[in-house]
């Protein structure tokens, strides 16, 4: 039986998965790809 291993969500410039954290309150998707950045705000990905 095999196994699929994938993540979501997944930052478009990078292909890693995102991590939501709090960023001054607001709740929000960050990537730890090329340096942190944030992707978009929770609920706000297309």
């Known amino acids: 039986m095999g ?3 994938k993540v ?3 930052c478009g ?3 890693r ?3 939501a954290v709090l ?3 607001t709740a929000v998707w960050r990537c ?3 340096g942190t950045h944030t ?3 929770v609920g706000a990905l297309p």
């Open 17 to 19: 998965g995102l991590r």
């Open 3 to 5: 196994q699929s291993w």
């Open 39 to 41: 992707v978009a705000p």
């Open 32 to 34: 730890t790809g090329g």
């Open 13 to 15: 410039a990078h292909d």
């Open 23 to 25: 960023d001054q309150k």
């Open 8 to 10: 979501w969500p997944v």
